[in-house]
């Protein structure tokens, strides 16, 4: 139906659709094919009312819907990953990111509730992982990697065990709400478009850095950071990922606009 008609029908928020097909096509979403429609349709929409945009889409994209006034994602992007037995890293707001003095204490305190950059991530269903007693990101506080390691995960994915993905998802869903707290804090401090850069020059990096070095040959080589960082594949394979399975259990991430702040539509 037409949305120059939408104010016929008292609607209390509106979810764009019709980009992709859930799936591959949403990993593969592209913001210079999405903007030009994207930006008409948005203009023609009332301000004060909250906008949804689902689907496994990239955070790269998903940045670049919130600066275009979208407010509410679901968590497929999280669920995929951990269906192909992958683990996110961690990225945080520009305007707290660690020293190495403060990374070193994170790890320590094996908490990383606060900025702590994490550059690579970790694919569970690799070998390499076989002995490996590391939690599945060193210093993250989620239960996952509280009380369980890289090795008991690589088995519970290599036999097709149920809990593997189960606790993959729980570790990505942490860094995936913590995520959407840095876009609103970053909102909040109105330092979108620096999030955005970090996001970039992160990505960036992860693609210069691309290894296929287990931490195994990097602990012999002495190229095993302090942070426990492993020379593996990069997040840039993840957002090309088909979705294997469909997803039943949407968790709407509610990111709260400054548009919306003082609005009766105020999000969570």
Known sequence: MCFFFKNSFGAAGYVIEGFHTNGESATNLLWEDVEPVLTETLGSLPEN?????????????LLKLVS????IFDATFPWLVAERGETLPSVKAPAVVATDQKVAKLADDN???EAVDRVYEIILKDKIYFSDTRPLLEGCSCYSC????RSYVHHLTATGELQGPILIMMHNL?????FFKSIQQAIKDNELQALQSKLDLFLTHWHNRFDEKSYFEEKEQGLHSQQGSLLANPLAATLQSPCLLPYTGPIDLRVTLSRLMTSSHQLL
């Open 49 to 61: 009312l909250p906008r949804a945009f689902h689907g496994p889409i990239t955070p790269i994209v």
């Open 111 to 113: 908490s990383n509730d």
């Open 174 to 178: 942490h860094h995936y709400i913590n």
């Open 68 to 71: 275009k006034g979208i407010d």
């Open 146 to 149: 509280r009380k369980y390691s």
